[in-house]
């Protein structure tokens, strides 16, 4: 199939046929009159793009931040709400988390901070300073802010209807290079009874006004496990129904493991491979509004249900047959340069794959428009991501996990060091290191970490798996004393006394005898 865009000598990414030449085209991307006027929400379409984004979430923006970097004339298509998920559930999430996380443990009785309580107002204020971390973060993410940066705006269903052309509130605009970054969307799960009652999404359960003295939440992932912990410390009763035989499926099992734990200590009832048969609406009664059925439980009543389950990418209604593009329900096949079938569109985010980070999706969206617009290619490589649950305490893990490594044997090494015997730490902290190490070099090959701001700590053990580096090296950074980055220095110690080799510590007692 012969390529529009490449047949066409003033489209990207050709250059001036003349050799010696300094002069650019007007239509190059760098060109005189590329990205000097201002955009516009819903203008008319102009002659031809350089770049036709589709999609305006984490990794469409980070698709239209690229290409006004590179002086594009770009147009950016989406449906609802730039930057959606991050808008209506990431930040509001973490706004939750916060709001709770200066209160006591019940296990920590001297410990600093105020007390849960189950106050209704406690909840009214940490919704209400939720919504308005929202709407603070929503200043950033609108479109009046792209189109002062040069970028066409359309809102509306957009859909190919030619390989060089896509079609939104019937105008067409017409391309040279296009990204599909539709990401994905949550999947419900098939439970009878389940669209009768209603439910929650992590979209909408942050629209309640008033605190559900019941909560079921169906999921287990790091999401699920947050919005548990979170709507306990508030004062509801949370059961955590997880499909699976534990937590965190997709992580690592010491991760899992703490997560259960913590969210388990502050009162959340997990119950693991769990098999709703249904649910059923109850009518006149104050127990709750909805009875849980399950094969391995008595009933539970509940007054709210909140689904954080999987997520399938949005291919649907793209047009993408008359454009050509092959997919699947797992979604779009592209190369290694983030090519679709038709060579000129590209595609990057969790639109690939249904299971991504969101900064997973930022840097796959910025490597396919450099792709698109510049002839150096930037492949598609295997990278290393760093997990995390923000929980009380977090826990975040990267790299190897730790059943690859029993998997290895003894070409492995694991150790795990406890966070409370640092001088900082409180004694009652549960807080530890897990490193699982090459035996012969030392190298770190993954860990995971469990401790107020795992997510922050995990940082240098990420470089650390992706450099390749030995714990040694990681231990010669010195930090600030009492610093949280102190337990990195005393792994070290404890490896490098565990494999000393013995010949030289002999020789240095005898010189020591000596002199």
């Not at 991760?255 to 649910?279: F, N, P, Y």
């Amino acid at each position: 199939m012969d390529d529009p865009a490449e047949s066409d000598p003033t489209s990207l990414p050709h250059r001036w046929q003349q050799r010696g030449t300094r002069r650019r085209s007007r239509d190059h991307p760098r060109g005189r009159r590329a990205g000097r006027t201002g955009g516009a929400i819903d203008p008319e379409p102009r002659r031809v793009y350089h770049l036709v984004v589709i999609g305006g979430g984490a990794a469409g923006l980070a698709a239209i931040a690229t290409a006004i970097q590179l002086g594009a004339r770009a147009a950016l298509v989406e449906s609802r709400q730039l930057d959606g998920n991050r808008l209506y559930s990431s930040a509001p999430s973490a706004g939750l988390n916060q709001a709770t996380r200066s209160w006591i443990p019940s296990d920590n009785p001297g410990g600093f901070g105020r007390r849960r309580t189950t106050d209704s107002s406690e909840f009214t204020a940490a919704m209400a300073r939720t919504r308005g971390l929202r709407a603070d973060f929503a200043v950033y993410t609108n479109a009046a802010r792209l189109c002062r940066q040069g970028v066409d705006v359309f809102f509306g269903d957009g859909r190919f209807v030619a390989a060089d052309a896509v079609e939104v509130n019937n105008r067409r605009l017409r391309f040279r290079r296009a990204l599909i970054a539709t990401g994905s969307r949550p999947t419900t799960p098939p439970i009878p009874g389940l669209d009768e009652v209603g439910y929650l999404t992590p979209e909408t359960v942050f629209d309640l006004s008033m605190l559900p003295p019941k909560l079921a939440i169906l999921g287990d992932n790091a999401e699920a496990c947050e919005m548990a912990q979170a709507f306990a410390a508030l004062g509801s009763r949370v059961h955590l129904f997880a499909p699976d035989s534990r937590l965190l499926p997709n992580g690592d099992a010491v991760a899992a493991e703490a997560v259960t734990k913590v969210i388990s200590r502050d009162g959340v009832q997990v119950v693991l491979d769990s098999r709703l048969v249904e649910i059923q609406a109850r009518q006149g009664d104050s127990s709750g509004r909805a009875s849980i059925i399950s094969s391995d439980l008595p009933e539970v009543p509940v007054d709210e249900i909140l689904v954080v389950g999987g997520r399938v990418p949005n291919v649907e209604r793209l047009g993408l047959e008359a454009a050509r593009i092959d997919y699947d329900l797992a979604g779009i096949e592209t190369d290694l340069q983030f090519r679709t079938s038709t060579r000129h569109i590209y595609a990057a985010g969790n639109v690939l794959s249904p299971i991504g980070l969101e900064h997973a999706a930022d840097d796959e969206a910025r490597r396919a428009v450099r792709n698109a617009l510049r002839p150096r290619f930037s492949t598609r490589k295997p990278v290393t991501l760093p997990s995390a649950a923000f929980t009380r305490p977090e826990v975040a893990w990267v790299g190897l996990d730790t059943e690859a490594a029993r998997a290895l044997g003894d070409k492995v090494e694991t150790m795990t060091l406890p966070l409370r015997d640092d001088d900082q730490r409180n004694r009652d902290d549960k807080g530890f290191l897990c490193l699982h190490l090459q035996r012969r070099t030392g190298r770190i090959l993954g860990g995971t970490l469990v401790a107020d701001n795992a997510a922050d700590m995990i940082a240098p053990l990420t470089l650390a798996v992706r450099r390749k580096m030995r714990l040694i090296t990681l231990a010669e950074t010195l930090v600030p004393y009492p610093a949280e980055g102190e337990v990195y220095r005393r792994a070290a110690l404890q490896w490098e006394r565990t494999h000393r080799r013995r010949p030289s510590r002999n020789l240095l007692e005898l010189w020591l005898r000596l002199t």
